[in-house]
């Protein structure tokens, strides 16, 4: 059973920085992509970033030069680190899996495995 685990939210203040965690477990790290979503109060939900298995990433425009995406296979770990972080990132993030090859063309693509969410909070 695949199953993501996602940490690390929380309150910090705007120009702080956080790093989101994503614990994947149930399959091996072969073929797949992994990203970041996030939804706002009242907002649709949009991908932030995403990594797939040979290294290949996305970032969304609003995040670039600010978030980093990065994964460590021998923890079954992606992480996204967030710096210079803004009120608008302000939403729940969560992770999520696909297990096939994946190329990022027009955003991160469409997922299987969803974990649940993490709170962000960047107070101004």
């Known amino acids: 059973e695949v199953q993501l685990q996602a940490s690390g939210g929380g309150l910090v203040q705007a120009g702080g920085s956080l790093r989101l965690s994503c614990a994947a477990s149930?399959?091996?790290?072969?073929?797949?992509?992994i990203g970041w979503f996030r939804q706002a109060p009242g907002k649709e939900r949009e991908g932030v970033s995403c990594?797939?298995?040979?290294?290949?990433?996305y970032y969304a425009d609003s995040v670039k030069g600010r978030f980093t995406i990065s994964s460590d296979n021998a923890k079954n770990t992606v992480y996204l680190q967030m710096n210079s972080l803004k009120a608008e990132d302000t939403a729940v993030y969560y992770c999520?899996?696909?297990?096939?090859?994946?190329?990022?063309?027009?955003?991160?693509?469409?997922?299987?495995?969803w974990g649940q969410g993490t709170l962000v909070t960047v107070s101004s």
């Open positions: 149930g399959f091996t790290f072969d073929d797949y992509a």
């Open positions: 990594i797939t298995s040979d290294g290949s990433t």
């Open positions: 999520a899996a696909v297990l096939v090859k994946m190329i990022f063309i027009h955003g991160c693509g469409a997922y299987d495995y």
